[in-house]
């Protein structure tokens, strides 16, 4: 399905805007989604408004030429990823999250929507403290993966978002159908 396609089947977050024609490269987190930090996603996923300004002023987006969705970039690479071979983007020093090129251009709003927030949620988590690569704990069983999941499923229900469409936006292809049907009870989706 293309993002014109869902466009009109899927109901789109009020006010939620993509910067889609941006080149590959770093950009500011509200240069590639502007206004984002005047929804109220924005409130719900950060209460204290000083730590929401910083949140969404200081957090950066790359934008990369490859097939991926996206990530938060982690300060260094995760032990648990250096014998995979993944070459993560790297950001030590800043909040950055990672964006493949075809997934900005040509994902439905609502699917982007979603994303941002869920890697928004991560970078709050990390800021609190947390380690959103737990070595030893599978993806399904991470609480910061669950709470994020949590938090978008909230978002897109209000939207009047089905199960359906949230069991399919939940099955990333990392994980197994055991793992999928865990998460999908973990954050309150109906199995089928």
């Known amino acids: 399905m293309t993002a014109a396609d869902a466009s009109l089947t899927l109901p ?3 006010g939620f805007r993509v910067a889609r024609t ?6 500011p987190l509200l240069t590639v989604f502007p206004g984002l930090d005047r929804l109220a996603a924005a409130r719900r996923i950060e209460a204290d408004a000083p730590g929401r300004s910083r949140l969404f002023r200081k957090t950066t987006v790359e934008l990369i030429d490859q097939d991926l969705w996206m990530y938060v970039a982690p300060r260094e690479k995760p032990k648990v ?9 790297i950001s030590p020093e800043e909040d ?3 964006v493949g090129e075809t ?3 040509e994902s439905p709003l609502l699917v982007l929507f979603m994303d941002i927030y869920h890697e928004l949620c991560h970078i709050v988590q990390r800021r609190q ?3 959103l690569w737990e070595p030893g704990v599978s993806y399904v069983d991470r609480w910061t993966e669950v ?11 209000a ?5 359906e469409f949230l069991r399919d936006y939940l099955k990333v292809e990392w994980i197994t159908e055991k793992e999928h049907a865990k998460l999908l009870r973990a954050v309150g989706v109906s199995v089928e």
């Open 12 to 14: 789109q977050p009020k």
């Open 22 to 27: 941006l080149a590959v490269g770093r950009h």
């Open 81 to 89: 990823m250096r014998s995979r071979g993944w070459k993560p983007v």
């Open 96 to 98: 950055c999250v990672v």
């Open 103 to 105: 997934h900005l251009r």
């Open 129 to 131: 403290g947390a380690d």
């Open 147 to 157: 709470e994020a999941y949590r938090f978008v499923v909230g978002e897109a229900r």
């Open 159 to 163: 939207l009047g978002i089905s199960d």
